[in-house]
């Protein structure tokens, strides 16, 4: 019986792409997208319904009741050395089962049975990776896939939600949810963890990858882009690429007069992206200032409904202009030119409110991105998609004192910890007074809340001021700023105590089912 990664050298696959089947709505429309392009692996009783390369289960009750199948259908049948029995990693080895099921015993006679370390048990068998997964089968077998080398993996049916296809609603009392889960998209940050960790290409066949994210920038604000681009692949659950705008190359002439000239260097910049976009496909907008906490994918997935241009919703509460820092492009459909736009501002046919305050360049603008997803120097956990730290002189990498910086820095921690960003690059910005030295100590440290930290690290930022504009004075100690301190403080306290430890350790024991 042979493991899944010296198999799949053997069978000369582990350089084609591969499409997981699953059994979620999006099945039904195997008949109408190519499939030829692709090697096959089913999940779970997905093989019934055609011939696959590569039948994959972890539950033993999957083989109980689709085995004939999987032996008509299917090349080799994958399974964890140590199959689940009702959910749950099981005492006996696969081979051990074969010995008992007729299905399994055939397929290892006819060397078709194959097997690999599944993370959900400790009792790995030596001299193969051990395959990471928590919630549902297809977070197993794309990282199986990952690991084995593949390096363009798409998926049909591996959905969120609650339903199957209709191919497979005799299941629905067998085995829909039957882990107690609430909801498949549990899944979707295992599934961004595997994308993050091994850089797969991995996206649903039925939506247009990857997701092009375009951040307006200049290579000073370069360090809070890795960290945004580091949030965003963090959470999402397909593949991502991320350009900075003022790598283009493309000139941007200055308007002749002052009142029209952009209010920051990358003001102008989001009307490259039809161009860089190849006048095809969506293009997602985002300024450099902020920080994603959800998956993007949802995003991305927007319904555009006839716009060129969705933007989010009414900011009227918030007491600021409409917002465009948050966009998502048809591409096809916008014809822009920033050097004819700005020949119109220098003519008169344009104002700089109607370019830049209300997109007067876009036929059709839809309000219908939520407003989660620009939350304007505001966060509430577990329901901000987006925080944006507009307040220039207030970003958390050039002011120590932001009630929500602490946010910001961990992400910048993670990423140098899992090698997105170097340290080395942390200390360049800081000395090209780009981010405020006092950030280089709390990277050091892995010290998360500025507010708090100690004053031998606030004297770092004597005389600093941050690039691009005239920052107004700040304080050198927190204590001016009794509320954020008072908060900052009792945040850093609770999450010491035991009982913020329980709920953490309770947390994960509850989310591991």
Same mark, same amino acid.
């Given at each position: ?57 972890? +539950? ?54 194959? !097997? ?26 794309? +990282? ?142 985002? +300024? ?41 492009? +048809?591409?096809?459909?916008?014809? !822009? ?70 946010? !910001? ?105």
């Amino acid at each position: 019986m042979l493991d899944f990664f010296t198999w799949i050298k053997t069978f000369g696959g582990g350089t084609d792409p591969w499409l997981i089947l699953g059994k979620g709505p999006t099945f039904s429309k195997l008949d109408q997208l190519e499939l030829s392009p692709f090697r096959l692996l089913s999940l779970n009783d997905a093989a019934r319904q055609l011939r696959v390369d590569v039948a994959h289960a972890i +539950d033993i009750q999957v083989v109980d009741r689709s085995g004939e199948a999987i032996m008509k259908n299917a090349g080799v049948l994958v399974m964890p050395w140590h199959p689940h029995v009702n959910f749950d990693a099981g005492e006996l080895t696969l081979k051990q089962h074969a010995q008992r099921n007729e299905v399994l015993a055939t397929l290892a006679k006819q060397g078709r049975l194959l !097997w690999y370390n599944l993370s959900t048990t400790t009792q790995h068998r030596p001299g193969s990776a051990v395959v990471s997964a928590r919630y549902f089968s297809a977070e197993a077998a794309l +990282d199986l896939l990952a690991l084995s080398g593949v390096r363009v993996v798409r998926s049909l049916g591996v959905d969120g939600g609650t339903t199957y296809s209709a191919a497979f609603q005799d299941l629905n009392r067998k085995s829909l949810l039957a882990n107690s889960r609430k909801s498949f998209d549990i899944q979707f940050q295992e599934i961004a963890r595997t994308i993050q960790r091994t850089g797969v290409d991995f996206a649903p066949l039925d939506i247009e990858a990857p997701i092009r994210v375009y951040v307006a920038t200049t290579e000073a604000q370069m360090l809070s882009v890795k960290v945004l681009e580091y949030s965003i692949r963090k959470h999402a659950s397909m593949t991502v690429k991320l350009f900075p705008l003022h790598l283009a190359g493309i000139e941007i002439p200055l308007p002749q007069e002052q009142k029209n000239w952009p209010r920051t260097p990358f003001s102008f910049q989001r009307y490259l992206i039809p161009r860089l976009a190849g006048g095809n496909g969506r293009a997602i907008y985002l +300024d450099s200032d902020m920080q994603v906490f959800q998956d993007i994918r949802h995003l991305w997935t927007l319904p555009l409904d006839g716009a060129d241009v969705l933007a989010v919703g009414d900011t009227a509460e918030t007491g600021r202009r409409p917002q465009f820092s948050v966009m998502v492009l +048809d591409c096809a459909a916008l014809d !822009w030119d920033v050097g004819r736009f700005v020949e119109d501002l220098n003519r008169g046919r344009l104002s700089y409110e109607q370019l830049v305050y209300e997109m007067a360049v876009a036929k059709r603008i839809s309000a219908t991105i939520p407003a989660t997803w620009n939350s304007l120097e505001s966060y509430r956990e577990g329901e901000t998609a987006l925080l944006h730290y507009t307040d220039m002189d207030t970003q958390p990498w050039v002011y120590a004192d932001h009630s929500y910086g602490y946010l !910001w820095v961990r992400d910048l921690i993670e990423a140098v910890d899992n090698g997105f960003v170097s340290l080395e690059e942390v200390r360049t910005h800081a000395a090209n007074g780009w981010v405020r030295p006092s950030l280089v100590w709390q990277v050091e440290n892995r010290h998360e809340d500025g507010a708090l930290m100690p004053r031998k690290a606030r004297v770092l930022d004597k005389g600093f001021r941050p690039p691009f504009f005239a920052a107004r004075r700040q304080p050198a100690s927190p204590w001016v700023h009794g509320q954020r301190w008072t908060r900052a403080a009792l945040s850093a306290l609770y999450r010491r105590t035991p009982f913020f430890k329980l709920r953490r350790r309770l947390s994960a024991r509850s989310s591991r089912g």
